[in-house]
């Protein structure tokens, strides 16, 4: 059970990706932003098929693109050191006016404006002891950029498996902005970079 719930915490909400994934010789699970593959080894007495989907993406592609020459190789440790680096921010709820949106309708015209009560935020009150990474940070790997969010759940899901700190992880990157491979021991993991065209490089963090 322990394997199927490190799964499950990573479902998506699409009829694709809200239940555990069959890939050949990998379970898996993503909620769109990562994938997460483990070894249908792992699971001896198999998963009950209610919890599959009938209709899982297409991953073959993933595997198929172009990659770069040599994959980057560095500790597990490496990756939650560089992540601390990231500062967290303080959580907010949504915006009542808004809805978290930032704009309003204009009571006057029926316009779309800049929502008085957020000031465009779409933040309302802070939430007690809540912080999240933030996201204008990027992590860099091999010359491709991640958001902090993707890489704390592979950390998260890492540590759920106990992985050691001193494991080897080995990421093949692909050409462009295409999925990149992340492989510790048995274990995969796939996360799109993030355009560098949007990344501020005064804030980037880099592992190697």
């Known amino acids: 059970m ?18 555990i994934l069959d890939l050949g010789d990998y379970y898996g699970a993503t909620d769109s932003q990562v994938l997460f593959m483990l070894p249908k080894s792992y699971f001896p ?3 009950n098929p209610d919890e599959i989907s009938v209709n899982p993406p297409d991953t073959s592609f993933i595997f198929n693109t172009t990659k770069r020459e040599a994959p980057c190789e560095f500790k597990f440790k490496d990756l939650i050191n560089t992540l601390n680096e990231v500062p967290k921010v303080q959580e907010y709820e949504e ?22 009560d957020c000031n465009g935020s ?5 939430i007690p002891n809540q912080y999240t990474l933030d996201s204008k940070y990027a992590l860099s790997i091999d ?9 704390d759940k592979i950390i998260s899901f ?7 700190p001193e494991e080897i992880i080995k990421m093949t990157a692909s050409i462009g902005l295409r999925p990149h491979i992340f492989e510790v021991k048995d274990v ?5 970079p993030s355009n560098d ?3 501020d490089m005064d804030l980037v963090v880099k592992i190697c």
């Open 143 to 151: 010359e491709s950029y991640f958001s902090p969010s993707n890489m």
């Open 122 to 126: 779409g933040d309302g009150d802070p």
């Open 95 to 116: 915006c009542n006016e808004c809805d978290g949106f930032g704009t309003t309708e204009c009571h006057c015209c029926g316009s779309e404006i800049e929502c008085r």
């Open 2 to 19: 322990k394997y199927v719930d490190s799964l499950k915490r990573y479902l998506g909400h699409s009829d694709k990706t809200s239940k």
């Open 197 to 199: 065209e949007y990344i």
């Open 158 to 164: 890492l540590i759920d498996l106990n992985i050691e």
């Open 188 to 192: 995969i993991m796939v996360s799109m």
């Open 45 to 47: 007495e198999g998963i």
